[in-house]
């Protein structure tokens, strides 16, 4: 008697065509969508020990990168370009000609100063010459720095002056 009830709810189970649609659909998606999730599980699994050397050798290409930005940036600051100093620093006094100062653009008051070369002015800007103090003032600037302002001022006022190598160019080189 219970195998015929059995019998008889499982013959009963699909009754209209809506559920045979139904059942269909399922029989047919659900092996499916096991065989994905399957292979997703094993692919991501063999795919971890890659996944982790990527990453990992990610991490070793940009840290090398890194070191050297943070240690750039920590040794000296930023080394900043001449024009960004001279707006900074140097353009206070040299872009009004304030104290007496050779203005930025006047080739008349720079062609003179010009004479003593890049070494001559940036030893004078170093020390300071009458009004304006050492360095302008921005005594963390390093040689290099002070270097560059002037000869973005000095080529700003009619010089020609050529940028000094950067300094660890100069220290590799000895
Ligand atoms: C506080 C004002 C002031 C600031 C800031 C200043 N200067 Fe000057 N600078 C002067 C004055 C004044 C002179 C003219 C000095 C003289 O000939 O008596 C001068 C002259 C110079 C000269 C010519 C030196 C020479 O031997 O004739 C150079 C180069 C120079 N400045 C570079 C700079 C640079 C680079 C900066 C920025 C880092 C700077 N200055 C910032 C006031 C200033």
Not at 99 to 124: E, F, M
Not at 137 to 164: C, F, W
Request: aromatic content about 4%; proline content about 6%; overall charge positive.
């Amino acid at each position: 008697m219970s195998a015929n009830d059995t019998a008889h709810e499982h013959e009963s189970f699909i009754k209209t065509p809506k559920q045979l649609v139904v059942v269909g659909v399922l029989a047919f998606v659900l092996p499916v969508s096991l065989i994905i999730m399957l292979a997703q599980f094993v692919l991501s699994t063999a795919g971890t020990d890659q996944a982790g050397a990527t990453s990992e050798a990610t991490m070793a290409r940009i840290k090398p990168v890194a070191e050297i930005t943070v240690a750039a940036a920590g040794a000296e600051g930023a080394v900043r370009t001449g024009e960004e100093i001279v707006k900074a620093v140097c353009s206070a006094c040299h872009a009004t000609g304030a104290a007496g100062a050779p203005k930025i653009g006047d080739k008349g008051a720079w062609g003179p100063r010009l004479a003593a070369g890049l070494n001559g002015l940036l030893q004078s800007a170093t020390k300071g010459k009458g009004a304006m103090p050492p360095k302008g003032g921005a005594t963390d600037l390093s040689d290099y720095e002070l270097a560059r302002a002037i000869v973005y001022m000095a080529n700003q006022s009619g010089g020609s002056l050529k940028e000094p190598p950067a300094p660890k160019a100069a220290a590799a080189k000895k």
